[in-house]
C-alpha cells in the first residue's frame, strides 16, 4: 500500500540481519528500471529506522557509480503530492525477501532536479538515536556516452551494477543494485532539417513534412520552439500533426516517430525565414536544429525546371579522404532552353567538391581522348558553339567540372575550368577574375562529337532531363583539432538560378547595379545538403622495436599495435625497405575503436652490429597521421651461418635476401616463386636442399631440366620432356582458340565460319615459328590464343616428334583446316624397339591410349635436335608466364566482359600448365643442385597450403627450406675471393643455413544460393531462363568456371553470360541460362561451378524439370459458361468450342458428350447435356491464335495507334494490313507477306471436315496441319434420377471430351457450366 505523502517504495520493509534495524523503500535485490544516460543522477530515496533502544551508528559503504546522501535539496523541494508519483514499484513480488524489486522513477520531475546540489558529496554513516528513523537518498548516474556517430544509429539498453553495505557493530544489511540505462537521442528526417520553398506565390498554400523520430529503446519527450523568425506572428507557417492539429511537442514512444506538417501560406512578397529548435527534454545534449526559408514573387507562372531528385541530399557518414557522390537530376518542363546556374553556401570549411553533368543515361566519366596542348576557346567562342546544340537532337556527352570550393564558409561558386570525369583529378585549380567579370576556361573534347560547356552555364534543352553529379571529399584535420576522430555535422546548401536561354544574349556582364533581363526572371531552386564527416586517426604502438641481439639465419618476431582512435574505419599500409625486415604490405582494414597487431620480422643474413631502418605506417584516408616505427636490432653469427654466404648466394628475384614471401595465398591455391642460387667461387658447386618434414606436403622445391651437358649435347633428361610435354598439353583441356572458336561458330553457318579472317591476321604477339616436316597437318599457330593482351607469351601447344604424323582431333575445331587431310596409321614403339603398324586406329586414338602413354619414355633418342630446343625454350617461356602473370588476389576491374572472360580463361590454362611442367618432367624434384663455376641456378617454390572451410586455417604460413653445403669449405675456399681472410682450421662443415619461406594465409570459399533447380514441368523445344547465384563468403574475390558434363543432356543447357568470372568479396553473381530440352522424360543434369584457385571448393548445381512431349492439339478454352438454365430447357447462347492442330500431321479428333452416368455426376440435381446444331459444318471458323502472335497483335496495334497520332497514313495502312494477316480476316499486304512466317499463314476452312457420329452428340473433325476450328455447343439442362433438392443458383455442369480417333490416351476434358432457374 501506499503511504499517503510517500512514494511508493515507502511501504517496502525489510530488517537486517540481526533485526536491530530495518530498511523501507530500499530492497535487497533491486532493479532500476529506464534510467536515462544523460549525466544526470537519479534519487532513489529510502529510510533506516533503529529497532533497538540504543543509539545505533550504520556504516554505508558504496561503490561507483552509487553514493548515498542524507540531505539532498532537490528531494526536499519535492512536494507531497508529487512523492506519492514519483516511484514506481511494478514487480507483484515486492514484499518477498528474494524476489527482485523494480521501481522507475519518474522522470518528469528529475528534470527539475538542479545537478549542482547531486554534485555534493554523499556521507559514510548516519547515527540513529532510539526508535529514530533517518531519511536518506541513494543516487545513481551513468556515464555519459559519447559523441553520437551520425543518424541513423540504434541506442539499446545497457546494464550496469551497484553494491550498497550497511553495517553496525552486531548487524549488517547489503543491497544488490542492477540499472537498465539508454541514452536518449532525438533525430529528425530528412537529416538535413531543412525546408526550402523558392519562387512561392501569394495565396497558394505550400506543404512540406518533416519526421522527429526516437532513435533509442527508451521513451522521450519533446519540445519545438521557434529561436529567430523574420516574422514573429508566424502568420503564414503552421505546424501541423497527423490530425491536422497545431504541434509543439509531444512523447515519443521506443523507437517511433511522428510527422510535422509544415503549411506555408505567403501573405506578400519577399524572403521569410524562421529557424527552429527541437529539444529532447530527456537530454540536453540531444537537440536538433531545422530552418524554414521561402522566397516569394509575384508572378503566377509555373515553374521552368522541375527536381526530379530528393530535395534534399543527404551523403551520411563520410571518411576524409575519399570521394562521396550523390547525383542530381533537373528536368524542363518548359518549352524553351533554359539555362542553369548553380553555387553553393554555408558550412563548406574542409570540403573539397566536384561535379559531373551529363545527359540522361550518360556516363558520367569518359576518357579524355582530346589532344592536351589543343588552344583553349574563348568564352565567346564557347556560347556561340553551343547555340545550334539547342536544337540538335542528341545532347551533349558528359562533362566533368573541378570545381575551387572556398574552404572558409560562406558563398563558393562551382566554376573552374573543365576536366575529364576522373576521381584522380586535382582540384582546387580554378581560375578567377576581378568583379567586372571571371574567366572561365574550358577545353573541348573533339572525340565523340563532345562539345565543352561550363557548369554555370548548364544548358538544358525543352523535357531534356540533366544529370548532375556532386561529389564531396572531405580534407583531413590535424590531431590537434576539436573534431578530430570524431563526426563532425555539415551543412551546405546548394543553390540554383535557372533562365531562359536567349541566343542574342550578351556575353559581357551587365554593369553593377543593374540586372539583365535574364536576372530579373531567373528561378531560383535550393537544395539542402548535409554530410557527417569524421577524419580517421591512429595510432602506432610502441615507437620502437628493439630486436636485440639475433642470430644469423634465425627468425625473430617483434608486434606492432595499431589502434584506431577515430569513429570510423582506418585504413593502413606499412611501407618498408628492407632485405632483413619484413611485415605485412597490403592495406589493412581496422574498425573503428578497435586495434590490430601487426608481426614484424627479423632475419638477418650477415654480420651487423649496429642495424638501423624504419617502417612507415601509412593513414592511407589522412597522410598527416602518418606514424615512423624505428627498428633497432645486433646481427651475431655464433653458429657461422654466415659463411654460406662466401660460397653461394640466395637471391629473390635479384637481391639477395634469405627468405621468400608468397604474400597473399588462398588455401589449396598454388603459387609460385623463383629463387636464384649463385655461385661466387670459380669451382663447381654442390648443395643438399631438403624441407621441413612437417610442411613438406604444403610446399617443394624443384629445379628445371637441364638441356645439354657439360659437352653441350643434349641431355636425355631434355629429350623426354621434349616427347611427353606436347603429349600430355593436348590431352588436357586448355583454353586455346579451339575451344573458342568452336563456341564462337557452334550456331553459326558454313558461310559465316567460311567468313571468318584467318588466324595470322588476328594474333597480337610474335611467335617463333615451329618448323615443318612433311606429312605434319598440325599448323604452328592454331592453338594460339589470340584474346591474350599485348605482352602475354602465347600458350601454344608443342609441336609433336618429327616421326609422328597426328591431325587434329576434329576439323570443325579449327581455324584454318587443311585443303585435305588423309588419315594416316601411327606407329607404337614397344618396349623392345619392336613396331606394328595399327590398321585403321585413328591418329587421335593412338595418342591418347594409355599403352602409348607408358611406352613414351621408350621412344628412340635420335630425334631432331632443332625441335627438342624449341620444345624446352618454350616450356621456359612458359614458366615466366606463370610466374609473371599467375595470381592469387584477381584483379576485379575489366574494359568489358570479355575481358574478364579472357583473364579467367588465362588463369585457368596457367594453373594447368603448372601440373604439365611439373608431370612432363620439366620441373623436377630438387634435391641436389649442382652450380657451375660463377654460374646460376633457378630454384622453384611451389606452395599449396592445405585447408577445409570447416577447419580453421592459421592466419600465416611458415616454413624453412635448408641449404647444405655438400663440398668441404676448406677445399672452397681458394677459389673465392676471401681465402686471405677466412680460416676453417678447425672446421670441416658449415652448419645447415635455413631459408624462410612464408605467406598470409586467407579463405576462398565458393557457395551456390540454390543447389537444385526445379524447373517443372516443360514440353519439348520449349525454352526458359534461369540463373545460377554464385556467392562469395570470403574477403578476396573469387574466381570461377562453370562446366557442364559434355553429355547429350547438358547440351540443353546454353549460358547466356560467360562461364568464366569473377566475384568480388562478400558478394554475389547471377550467371543467366537457357533452358530447352531436346528429349521428353525426366531430366537431370548436373552443372560444376569451379573455384578456380581453390580446386576443393567447387560446388555443383542440379538442373531438374519433367519434361513432356508436344501437344498434339490445343483447345483454347477448357470451361464453357452458358449463363441461366431452367431444367428441361436449352440454352440461347451459343458457345464456341475453339480447337487447333499443332502438328505437321493431318489430326482425326473425337468430340462427344459425356451423360450424367459416364460423367460422375449423378449426385448432382441438374446435369447439362452437349449438342452441337445441325448446321455445323456451315459454320464460319474463327482464327484461334496463340500466345506470341496474340503479342505481336498487340505490338502491332500500339504501333497504329501512334501511327494514327502522328497522321502517318502509309504507315497505318501497313500495320492494318499486318493485323489483318494475323487474326485471319484479310490477305494483307503484298508488300509484307514476306515479314509473316509461314506458320502464322491461315489455313484454308475447306481443308476442315466434320462428320456426324451419333446424332448430335458426337462429331469426328479432321484438322489440316496447323489448322483450328470452331465448333458451336448448345446444352440442354436435364435433371438427374436422384432425389436431391434443387434451388435456385446451384451450379449445372456437364463435360466434352475430346480425344484422337486412334489415341485414347491423350484426352482433354471440358467443363460445361451454368447456373439453375426454378420457374414459379
Not at 686 to 710: C, H, K, L, M, W
Not at 1251 to 1269: H, K, S, Y
Request: glycine residues 6%; proline residues 6%.
Amino acid at each position: 500500500m501506499t503511504v499517503r505523502g510517500q512514494p511508493a517504495n515507502y511501504a517496502l520493509l525489510w530488517r537486517s540481519a540481526e533485526g536491530r534495524f530495518s530498511v523501507r523503500g530500499l530492497p535487497p535485490r533491486v532493479h532500476l528500471d529506464r534510467v536515462y544516460t544523460n549525466g544526470l543522477h537519479a534519487l532513489v530515496p529510502f529510510w533506516i529506522t533503529n529497532e533497538t533502544d540504543q543509539d545505533v551508528t550504520v556504516e554505508l559503504a558504496t561503490e561507483d557509480p552509487l553514493k548515498v546522501q542524507q540531505q539532498n535539496a532537490n528531494w526536499s523541494a519535492v512536494s507531497v503530492a508529487q512523492r506519492e508519483t514519483y516511484v514506481d514499484v511494478t514487480t507483484a513480488s515486492a514484499t518477498e525477501d528474494r524476489g527482485e524489486v523494480t521501481m522507475v522513477c519518474s522522470a518528469t520531475i528529475q528534470r527539475e532536479f538542479s545537478e549542482v546540489f547531486n554534485q555534493l558529496g554523499g556521507v559514510s554513516s548516519v547515527r540513529l538515536a532510539a526508535r529514530e528513523t533517518a531519511e536518506l537518498v541513494l543516487l545513481f548516474v551513468a556515464e555519459a556516452a559519447e559523441t553520437d556517430s551520425g543518424d541513423g544509429q540504434r541506442y539499446e539498453y545497457e546494464t550496469h551494477g551497484g553494491h550498497v553495505a550497511l553495517r553496525t557493530d552486531t548487524d549488517s544489511y547489503d543491497v544488490t543494485l542492477r540499472a537498465s540505462t539508454c541514452r536518449s537521442v532525438l533525430e529528425m528526417e530528412p537529416p538535413t532539417s531543412r525546408i526550402y520553398v523558392d519562387d512561392c506565390v501569394i495565396g497558394r498554400t505550400y506543404e512540406r513534412a518533416l519526421r522527429v523520430r526516437n532513435a533509442s529503446a527508451i521513451g522521450l519527450d519533446w519540445t519545438m520552439t521557434v529561436v529567430e523568425t523574420t516574422d514573429p506572428s508566424l502568420s503564414a507557417l503552421q505546424l501541423l500533426d497527423s490530425n491536422m492539429r497545431p504541434l509543439s511537442g509531444g512523447h515519443l514512444g521506443a523507437r517511433g516517430d511522428t510527422q510535422v506538417l509544415v503549411r506555408y501560406t505567403p501573405h506578400a512578397a519577399g524572403e521569410f525565414l524562421s529557424r527552429f529548435l527541437v529539444e529532447n527534454s530527456n537530454d540536453p545534449a540531444s537537440l536538433r536544429y531545422w530552418v524554414f526559408r521561402a522566397r516569394v514573387s509575384q508572378r503566377q507562372k509555373l515553374r521552368r525546371v522541375e527536381l526530379l531528385s530528393d530535395p534534399d541530399i543527404s551523403f551520411g557518414d563520410c571518411t576524409s579522404g575519399v570521394w562521396y557522390s550523390r547525383d542530381i537530376r533537373f528536368k524542363n518542363i518548359s518549352d524553351t532552353p533554359v539555362v542553369m546556374r548553380l553555387r553553393v553556401e554555408g558550412n563548406t570549411a574542409g570540403l573539397t567538391m566536384k561535379s559531373a553533368v551529363r545527359a540522361d543515361g550518360a556516363s558520367a566519366s569518359e576518357p579524355n581522348t582530346a589532344d592536351a596542348d589543343a588552344p583553349l576557346p574563348t568564352l565567346s567562342e564557347l556560347i556561340s558553339s553551343r547555340r545550334p546544340s539547342i536544337t540538335d537532337d542528341n545532347p551533349s556527352d558528359a562533362l566533368t567540372v573541378t570545381d575551387d570550393v572556398g574552404s572558409e564558409g560562406g558563398s563558393a561558386e562551382l566554376s573552374s575550368r573543365v576536366t575529364p570525369a576522373d576521381d584522380s583529378t586535382p582540384v582546387g585549380d580554378g581560375v578567377r577574375t576581378g568583379e567586372s567579370g571571371r574567366r572561365f576556361v574550358a577545353r573541348a573534347r573533339a572525340a565523340r562529337g563532345h562539345k565543352a560547356a561550363l557548369f554555370d552555364e548548364m544548358l538544358i534543352k525543352p523535357g531534356a532531363v540533366r544529370t548532375m553529379t556532386l561529389s564531396l571529399l572531405g580534407n583531413s584535420v590535424s590531431s590537434t583539432s576539436v573534431s578530430a576522430g570524431q563526426f563532425e555535422r555539415q551543412s551546405f546548401t546548394l543553390f540554383g538560378e535557372s533562365s531562359t536561354a536567349v541566343g542574342t544574349q550578351p556575353t559581357t556582364a551587365p554593369p553593377p547595379g543593374t540586372a539583365s533581363n535574364s536576372e530579373r526572371n531567373a528561378e531560383r531552386l535550393s537544395i539542402p545538403c548535409t554530410a557527417n564527416m569524421c577524419t580517421p586517426f591512429v595510432r602506432v604502438v610502441p615507437p620502437l622495436l628493439d630486436f636485440g641481439s639475433v642470430d644469423v639465419g634465425t627468425l625473430k618476431s617483434l608486434y606492432l599495435r595499431v589502434e584506431n582512435l577515430s569513429q570510423v574505419a582506418a585504413t593502413v599500409q606499412c611501407k618498408l625497405e628492407s632485405k632483413v625486415i619484413t611485415c605485412t604490405r597490403a592495406p589493412i582494414t581496422i574498425a573503428p575503436q578497435q586495434s590490430v597487431s601487426v608481426r614484424v620480422d627479423s632475419y638477418p643474413r650477415r654480420v651487423n652490429a649496429r642495424y638501423r631502418k624504419q617502417i612507415i605506417v601509412r593513414n592511407i584516408h589522412n597522410r598527416l597521421n602518418d606514424s615512423v616505427v624505428e627498428v633497432r636490432s645486433t646481427h651475431v653469427d655464433r653458429r657461422r651461418v654466415a659463411f654460406h654466404n662466401l660460397f653461394y648466394q640466395t637471391l629473390v628475384p635479384a637481391n639477395e635476401q634469405n627468405f621468400v614471401d608468397f604474400g597473399l595465398v588462398p588455401l589449396n591455391a598454388r603459387s609460385l616463386r623463383r629463387v636464384n642460387l649463385r655461385n661466387v667461387c670459380r669451382c663447381p658447386l654442390a648443395i643438399e636442399v631438403a624441407a621441413d618434414a612437417a610442411d613438406a606436403g604444403a610446399f617443394s622445391a624443384y629445379t628445371v631440366v637441364p638441356q645439354r651437358d657439360g659437352s653441350g649435347r643434349l641431355t636425355d633428361a631434355a629429350c623426354q620432356v621434349a616427347r611427353r610435354l606436347p603429349l600430355l598439353e593436348r590431352q588436357a583441356a586448355m583454353h586455346s582458340n579451339i575451344e573458342k572458336f568452336k563456341e564462337r561458330t557452334a550456331g553459326a553457318t558454313a558461310p559465316e565460319a567460311a567468313a571468318l579472317p584467318p588466324r595470322s591476321s588476328l594474333c597480337p604477339v610474335a611467335v617463333a615459328p615451329i618448323p615443318r616436316t612433311a606429312g605434319l597437318t598440325l599448323q604452328p599457330d592454331m592453338f594460339i590464343d589470340k584474346s591474350v593482351e599485348q605482352g602475354h607469351v602465347c600458350l601454344m601447344p608443342f609441336a609433336p616428334p618429327r616421326n609422328q604424323a597426328v591431325l587434329p582431333p576434329s576439323l570443325e575445331y579449327l581455324d584454318i583446316a587443311p585443303a585435305t587431310a588423309t588419315r594416316r596409321n601411327v606407329v607404337r614403339i614397344r618396349g623392345n624397339g619392336s613396331s606394328d603398324i595399327m590398321a585403321a586406329v585413328p591418329p587421335e586414338s593412338a595418342l591418347l591410349s594409355s599403352e602409348a602413354a607408358n611406352n613414351l619414355d621408350m621412344l628412340p633418342a635420335d630425334e631432331d635436335v632443332e625441335m627438342i630446343v624449341s620444345v624446352i625454350e618454350r616450356a621456359e617461356q612458359i614458366l615466366e608466364e606463370i610466374i609473371e602473370r599467375l595470381d592469387m588476389i584477381p584483379q576485379t576491374l575489366f574494359a568489358s566482359p570479355e575481358a574478364e572472360n579472357a583473364y579467367v580463361r588465362r588463369q585457368v590454362d596457367l594453373h594447368k600448365y603448372i601440373d604439365l611442367l611439373v608431370e612432363s618432367g620439366f620441373l623436377r624434384p630438387a634435391h641436389h643442385v649442382r652450380l657451375t663455376a660463377l654460374g646460376t641456378e633457378s630454384l622453384i617454390v611451389i606452395l599449396q597450403p592445405a585447408g577445409t572451410p570447416d577447419k580453421p586455417a592459421p592466419l600465416r604460413f611458415d616454413a624453412n627450406l635448408y641449404f647444405k653445403l655438400v663440398d668441404r669449405p676448406g677445399d672452397l675456399l681458394p677459389y673465392t675471393d676471401s681465402a686471405a681472410v677466412v680460416s676453417f682450421a678447425s672446421a670441416d662443415q658449415l652448419p645447415v643455413r635455413r631459408f624462410l619461406v612464408q605467406a598470409a594465409l586467407v579463405q576462398s570459399e565458393l557457395e551456390l544460393g540454390q543447389k537444385s533447380i526445379n524447373v517443372g514441368n516443360m514440353q519439348v523445344d520449349e525454352a526458359c531462363r534461369k540463373y545460377l547465384v554464385i556467392q562469395n563468403r570470403s574477403e578476396t574475390p573469387l574466381m570461377y568456371a562453370i562446366r557442364k558434363t559434355g553429355s547429350i543432356a547438358s547440351g540443353d543447357i546454353c549460358f547466356v553470360d560467360s562461364r568464366y568470372g569473377i566475384v568480388r568479396g562478400f558478394d554475389s553473381r547471377k550467371v543467366v541460362f537457357v533452358f530447352s530440352p531436346s528429349l521428353h522424360g525426366a531430366y537431370s543434369e548436373q552443372i560444376s561451378i569451379a573455384n578456380v584457385l581453390n580446386a576443393r571448393g567447387g560446388k555443383k548445381a542440379t538442373l531438374k524439370a519433367a519434361v513432356r512431349r508436344q501437344s498434339k492439339f490445343y483447345i483454347q478454352s477448357l470451361r464453357l459458361e452458358f449463363g441461366t438454365l431452367a431444367p428441361g430447357c436449352s440454352s440461347t447462347d451459343v458457345q464456341v468450342l475453339a480447337i487447333k492442330n499443332m502438328t505437321p500431321k493431318t489430326r482425326h479428333l473425337i468430340v462427344k458428350s459425356l451423360l450424367a452416368s459416364e460423367d460422375g455426376l449423378s449426385d448432382v440435381g441438374v446435369v447439362l447435356e452437349a449438342r452441337f446444331p445441325p448446321n455445323i459444318a456451315a459454320a464460319q471458323p474463327t482464327r484461334l491464335l496463340d500466345r506470341e502472335t496474340e503479342e505481336k497483335i498487340e505490338s502491332l496495334e500500339q504501333k497504329l495507334k501512334i501511327a494514327v497520332r502522328k497522321n502517318r497514313p502509309e504507315k497505318v495502312e501497313k500495320y492494318q494490313a499486318k493485323l489483318a494477316k494475323l487474326r485471319g480476316s484479310g490477305s494483307g499486304g503484298s508488300g509484307d507477306s514476306d515479314n509473316i512466317q509461314a506458320t502464322d499463314a491461315v489455313p484454308d476452312p475447306a481443308g476442315v471436315q466434320i462428320r456426324r457420329l451419333a446424332d448430335d452428340t458426337q462429331l469426328e473433325v479432321e484438322l489440316p496441319p496447323g489448322g483450328d476450328v470452331s465448333i458451336p455447343v448448345v446444352v440442354t439442362a436435364r435433371l438427374a434420377d436422384t432425389k436431391v433438392d434443387i434451388k435456385t443458383g446451384e451450379n449445372a455442369l456437364g463435360t466434352l471430351v475430346v480425344h484422337e480417333a486412334k489415341d485414347k490416351d491423350n484426352v482433354k476434358l471440358v467443363t460445361l457450366a451454368a447456373s439453375v432457374v426454378l420457374d414459379k
